[in-house]
């Protein structure tokens, strides 16, 4: 419980709050949330943690978040630390996503994402397909001429090894009449050393995350050739599908607790981040990051999740990377 005195103090420092977020100070959710992030800084998952603070902590729902990345191999480094040390705890939270579910098929780990308990997806994004300002490709044409005629000298960035990113560039090459294996995948760890890669022209290409690449695009600093969604999410650049590329991708991000926890406790964070989704806050970041909602909570995520796991090992095994 708050103390009222705080409450006012609160009210007062923050006026230009709705009557519906002046609610939700009465009611504090979480003294405290431990936020993992199995992904280094700077990437979509990082981005996903920080947007719920940005929205949770002024609103009142939680009083403050404690933050750690544990980056590598599409999470599936972070991921055991999480289940190891945060088992049983009732204010842990983990953000991971299908980065992960492909990154846990391809890399045989034995800790899997149906080791921790599913609270919510809550975000979607289409892919975007890059080059560097420099690039000598100016339109998705050429560069899928170029992997059509040599995969492996067409190097492209992207999230870690058996991730979405991974996925989108094996099925182009799929339709292309290529093999995934033969591609000259480049895996980062997070958005910020694939950006970093790109400015540095060290690679040809890059996908990943509209929102990850939006800032670089609008800037010049790079050339957003491709989308990977069924329409165009950017009036001046075509998707994958309409430029003949018959590709269709998406990223779904979501959250998780430790497992060992209580029901009680996992709907306590069910409740947390349907109070979070419920904020219009929560609404202009999503606006504001070009993120989709794609909120699913409780049970109806995890059958959500049952079945992207077994879709994506049927994708993954049909192109080869597993």
């Known amino acids: 419980m708050i103390h009222r005195r705080h409450l006012i103090a609160s009210g007062l420092a923050l006026p230009g709050l709705s ?39 002024p609103a009142g729902l939680v009083g403050n978040f404690q933050f750690e990345n544990v980056g590598g191999a599409g999470g599936t480094v972070g ?22 579910v492909g990154a846990v098929l391809t890399n045989r780990s034995p800790v899997g994402i149906t080791s921790v308990v599913p609270i919510a997806r809550l975000t979607e994004e289409v892919g975007v397909i890059v080059v560097p300002a420099s690039s000598e490709f100016t339109e998705i044409g050429q560069l ?20 979405s990113d991974h996925i989108t560039l094996g099925l182009i090459l799929k339709a292309l ?23 540095g022209a060290q690679v040809r290409a890059g996908i990943s995350g509209w929102s990850e690449f939006s800032e670089q695009i609008a800037a ?7 989308t990977t969604g069924a329409t165009r999410s950017a009036p001046n650049v075509p998707t994958l599908k309409e430029s003949g590329c018959d590709v ?9 607790a430790a497992p060992g926890i209580q029901p009680a406790a996992r709907q306590a964070l069910v409740d947390f ?5 419920a904020l219009p806050a929560w609404t202009t970041l999503l606006q504001t990051r070009g993120w989709d909602d794609a909120f699913l909570v409780g049970d109806a995520f995890e059958a959500y ?5 077994a879709a994506t090992e049927t994708v993954l095994r049909e192109i080869g990377l597993a």
Not at 79 to 100: I, K, N, T
Request: glycine residues 18%; charged residues 15%; aromatic residues 6%.
């Open 273 to 277: 981040i349907t109070a979070v989704h």
């Open 19 to 57: 009557l519906s977020a002046r609610g939700a100070l009465a009611q504090q959710r979480f003294a405290q949330i431990s936020m993992f992030i199995p992904a280094g800084p700077g990437g979509g998952w990082d981005g996903l943690g920080r947007a719920i603070e940005q929205v949770a902590r």
């Open 144 to 163: 899928l001429a170029a992997l059509r005629a040599g995969p492996g000298a067409v190097s492209v960035a992207g999230g870690s090894a058996g991730g």
């Open 248 to 256: 269709v991708t998406g990223n779904w991000r979501g959250i998780f």
């Open 305 to 309: 999740l049952r079945a992207d796991i």
């Open 220 to 226: 010049g600093r790079m050339r957003a050739l491709a």
């Open 79 to 100: 991921l055991p630390r999480f289940v190891g040390q945060r088992r049983g705890r009732a204010d842990a939270l983990m953000v991971a996503g299908s980065v992960m």
């Open 177 to 199: 009449g290529r093999n995934a294996r033969e591609a000259s995948y480049v895996a980062f760890a997070g958005g910020g050393p694939a950006q970093a890669a790109l400015l």
